[in-house]
């Protein structure tokens, strides 16, 4: 059967096939921005100075790519980020 193309699963997720996805934070009015530095500074690993950078951006644009990578090295922080309160979401 020569120039037939083999089905693909179609169970693995889009987010997974992405070589680079990103982990996005978004405004809230009930985090403060301490809380905010200090959960991305504990989570993703930030420096303070990027932290507080992510933070403004996320204050007066109402959300901030922090994080870039895999699918799953983002996952257990997108985790964290949300059982902290935070809007968090990966794309």
Known sequence: MAGKEKDLP???LDEEV?????????NDDVNTFDFVIESLIKICNHEQIQAE??????????????????????RPMCEALLDRGLSALID
């Open 10 to 12: 179609v169970d693995v």
């Open 53 to 74: 950078q992510c933070t403004f951006i996320i204050h007066y644009n109402g959300k901030c790519s922090v994080k870039q990578g895999s699918y799953n090295k983002l």
């Open 18 to 26: 992405k070589e680079e996805n990103q982990l996005i934070v978004f």
